[in-house]
Each structure stands twice: as structure tokens, then as C-alpha cells.
């Protein structure tokens, strides 16, 4: 994790779906609630997350690969110009913001809420 959250941040809470497959995995919204400053290298946040059925409250792990049952960042849309979009973490869209490619053509990012 690049940084830690800050209470009311929004991030992304993986959604475990179900065994037989009738539900996929996928990201919901949440915000932070809690997040121990104290504990140096915790990757647990205390999250709300906002389901099409109501609310969830739970203590989960991040994971940037999005592991269900974990927490991550917000992911960008990175768009090229030329060829279309691709999707990227937002702790790595700095590196990527503004890059020109060898043809040219340069990279731009734009929030994508899932």
C-alpha cells in the first residue's frame, strides 16, 4: 500500500460473490470508518460498504491484486489517444499521468467509479 487511508476516504471493497457462481466478485464503493495510525505496516481499515441491498460494516484486509473480502484504492481509466483504455491502480496513475509514448502520443487519466 503506497499510503494509508485517511477516515472518509472512498476506496473499493471486493465482494465475494457467491459459490455457485449466481454472483460475481465485484467492487463496491466504501469509506474508510476507522484506520489504526498507530500500527505501523497494518493493512486493515475499518470500512462501510455501500451494497445494492443495504450497508456492510467490517474490519478488512487491502490487497491491491482485489482479493474478495479485501479493500482497495479506487482504480483510473488511463486513456491513450490512440489505442483505447486500460485500467490501472490509482496509487500508479502518477507514474503514468502525462507520459509520451514513442509514437508520440501522450497519456492522460480520468476518475472511472466502478
Known sequence: MSSPPSVGHPVHYVAYGTPGGE?????????VAEYD???????????????????FFNTVRY??????????????????????????????????TGVVQPDGSTITAEENPE
Open 23 to 31: 454472483y460475481q466478485s465485484v467492487c463496491r464503493h466504501a469509506v
Open 37 to 55: 495510525y498507530t500500527q505501523e505496516e497494518t493493512d486493515f481499515a475499518a470500512l462501510v460498504v455501500f451494497n445494492p441491498t443495504g450497508l
Open 63 to 96: 490487497d491491491g491484486g482485489k482479493a474478495p473480502g479485501t479493500w482497495h484504492y479506487p482504480c483510473a481509466r488511463v486513456r491513450r489517444r490512440d489505442e483505447g483504455d486500460r485500467t490501472v491502480a490509482m496509487e500508479d496513475i502518477d507514474s503514468l
